[in-house]
T-cell receptor, first 113, second 112 residues
Framework: QKEVEQNSGPLSVPEGAIASLNCTYSDRGSQSFFWYRQYSGKSPELIMSIYSNGDKEDGRFTAQLNKASQYVSLLIRDSQPSDSATYLCAVSAGGTSYGKLTFGQGTILTVHP | EAQVTQNPRYLITVTGKKLTVTCSQNMNHEYMSWYRQDPGLGLRQIYYSMNVEVTDKGDVPEGYKVSRKEKRNFPLILESPSPNQTSLYFC???????????FGPGTRLTVT
């Protein structure tokens, strides 16, 4: 089982719809959770970070964390063509491996007009 | 401008010829890290450093070395590169361990 697994893509949604991206992780001691966006040929850029259970909203983006289910998700409301990119879930390990950051394989999102 | 810089951006080399990819940040960040990105495998952590003189292995450290003698610099050394190290490499830094990371522009390395 992969340490961090994202829902298989690619994901295609119409403009204005809600895009839902999911991620599960195996390390119960994980402390910090991140969503990055990566455009083709570019470096990853942070969209959201979340550290405690519940929802965190920032503009059109909402991150949800459920540590009991070892699940983190990202919702993008009112999706725009400019949101088309690869979305990477990243999880920071707990315990003695606290500095280790593991990424999921990424989900390609396409928002079509 | 706050940034992470990497050099070179592109490099083609031959098997066995030692090389160094430099990484520097101007944000006074404690934490720095190196990743490689390969199609179908995503981003994988090579090494990370939680502070000066403190480094640790990530998921794929074999064939790589790092050092952290100064806070701002974190070079990646390939002592004897092999073709399976052909990849896109990213350096990243963050304020502290467990915080969001800022990525450099990437170095595309080809080993023939």
């Amino acid at each position: 089982q992969k340490e961090v697994e994202q829902n298989s893509g690619p994901l295609s949604v119409p403009e204005g719809a809600i895009a839902s991206l999911n991620c599960t992780y195996s390390d119960r001691g994980s402390q910090s959770f991140f969503w990055y966006r990566q455009y083709s040929g570019k470096s990853p850029e942070l969209i959201m970070s979340i550290y405690s259970n519940g929802d965190k909203e920032d503009g059109r983006f909402t991150a949800q964390l459920n540590k009991a289910s070892q699940y983190v998700s990202l919702l993008i409301r009112d999706s725009q063509p400019s949101d088309s990119a690869t979305y990477l879930c990243a999880v920071s390990a707990g315990g003695t491996s606290y500095g280790k950051l593991t990424f999921g394989q990424g989900t390609i999102l396409t928002v079509h007009p | 401008e706050a940034q992470v810089t990497q050099n070179p951006r592109y490099l083609i080399t031959v098997t066995g010829k030692k090389l160094t990819v430099t990484c520097s940040q101007n944000m006074n960040h404690e934490y720095m890290s190196w990743y490689r990105q390969d199609p179908g495998l995503g981003l994988r952590q090579i090494y990370y450093s939680m502070n000066v003189e403190v480094t640790d292995k990530g998921d794929v450290p074999e064939g790589y070395k790092v050092s952290r003698k100064e806070k701002r610099n974190f070079p990646l050394i390939l002592e004897s590169p092999s073709p399976n190290q052909t990849s896109l490499y990213f350096c990243a830094s963050s304020y502290s361990t467990g915080h969001e990371q800022y990525f450099g522009p990437g170095t595309r390395l080809t080993v023939t």
